[in-house]
């Protein structure tokens, strides 16, 4: 393997704003892993929306900082074990989440790490891991979903929508899906939702989940899009039925009288992937059923598109201008 080198290119956020403020940088400092870390030379790099609340401030972070939340690459040096490390050596192939993507190098926690079988193409551990087992937890850990039940997804052709998609088909649910073009019905309908509504009028989204259900309602609303789509998710659920929020594509959830909730004995979370994944033992339970859905159903993966890595800022354009369908990587 070739001697690592002391600098890298990278992005880097020196104060909040808009995709202006990601800045390619090429004399970065290569990371020295510490002690329990893995140096990883990074080949795909995932894009998020949670990236862009980092890059805006909605989430506060310390700047300046390195953005991105996930990669996959390979594995060339490892730092000092700790007992409770868990085992990786120099060459491996490993799809990690935690800090500091946008970077030719991440040296990260090797328990944010996992082994990618050797099933999974190369850049599909980076377009499946946060979106992928993201939906997966929201499907069981944030509403446990039944054979037959309906679900409503919201920007059911995004990145994790399509993934909800395909995963409420495989435990024998029913998708409802809101999107906002007639093209992104279309690919959402391809991945397995059953009914879509293009727009996201709330009489219009209402009244198809009345015709579907009887006027039952759905027994869960998964809601990614937050402020413009809260309310309709309140109104569309089933009495006892769940809402999960996990974010605010068009803007964070205003405060609201959690006495609400009793019209309908509604439960209301709000998650997010990492409490879900918090300890190695979750993080590997929900990777390998991930990977082995993804080997046994034969899900489709979908990239919009492979950025590289100094095109960013295009990339944050695009996505945040509803112009993707799917997952956006990059390329170092």
Known sequence: MAPIPKTMAGILVEKTGGPEVLQYKTDLPVPTPKEGEILVQNEYIGINYIDTY???????????????????????AVGPSTPSSPPFSVGDRVVWMASASYAEFSSIPASAAVKIPSSIPPSHAAASILQGLTALTLCEDAYAVQPGDWILVHAA???????LCQILKAKGAKTIGTVSTEAKAEKARSFGADVMVVGYEQEKVLGKVKEVTGGVGVAAVFDGVGQATFETSLEAVARKGSV??????????????ISRLAAKNVK????????????????EHFSNELFQMMAQDHFKMQIHKVYPLEDVQQAHKDLEGRKTSGKLLMKP
Do not use: D, M, Q
């Open 54 to 76: 980092f890059r805006t401030g909605l989430y506060p972070a310390p700047k300046p900082e390195i953005l991105g939340k996930e990669a996959e690459g390979t594995v060339i």
């Open 157 to 163: 052709a995004g990145g994790v929508g399509l993934w």
């Open 244 to 257: 999960a929020s996990f974010g605010n594509a068009s803007g964070a959830v205003e405060p609201f009288k």
């Open 268 to 283: 209301l979370i709000r998650s997010t992937l990492f409490n879900y994944v918090h300890t190695r033992e979750e993080l």
